[in-house]
């Protein structure tokens, strides 16, 4: 059984960072690209970044580049988003996907986490 289980979320101040991890379980890790997704209240989920698990490619939307960093590590079958100085706006819930076609920022993944909870206070 696919399972993709999000972790890390919490409230910080604006300025801030915090680390998101997404623990990955059921698949062959290596062959999968690992998405990262928010949805804040009343907006439509947004792809935030995402890495190709077999060579570490990665891609950012605008909005997070140069803020946001993605990571694998491919023992622990666990990508992480590290996301530093943060923003009122991004706060949202955060969820990771998985897919072993798609790599990009489209809402093409076949699995999906539960999703944890990022609130950035001003």
């Known amino acids: 059984e696919v399972q993709l289980v999000e972790s890390g979320g919490g409230l910080v101040q604006a300025g801030g960072s915090l680390r998101l991890s997404c623990a990955a379980s059921?698949?062959?890790?290596?062959?999968?690209?690992i998405g990262w997704f928010r949805q804040a209240p009343g907006k439509e989920r947004e792809g935030v970044s995402c890495?190709?698990?077999?060579?570490?490619?990665?891609y950012y939307a605008g909005s997070v580049k140069g803020r946001f960093t993605i990571s694998s590590d491919n023992a622990k079958n666990t990508v992480y988003l590290q996301m530093n100085s943060l923003k009122p706006e991004d706060t949202a819930v955060y969820y990771c996907a998985a897919d072993r076609e798609y790599y990009g920022l489209g809402y093409f993944y076949d699995y999906w986490g539960q999703g944890t909870q990022v609130t950035v206070s001003s």
């Open positions: 059921g698949f062959t890790f290596d062959d999968y690209t």
């Open positions: 890495i190709g698990s077999s060579d570490g490619s990665t």
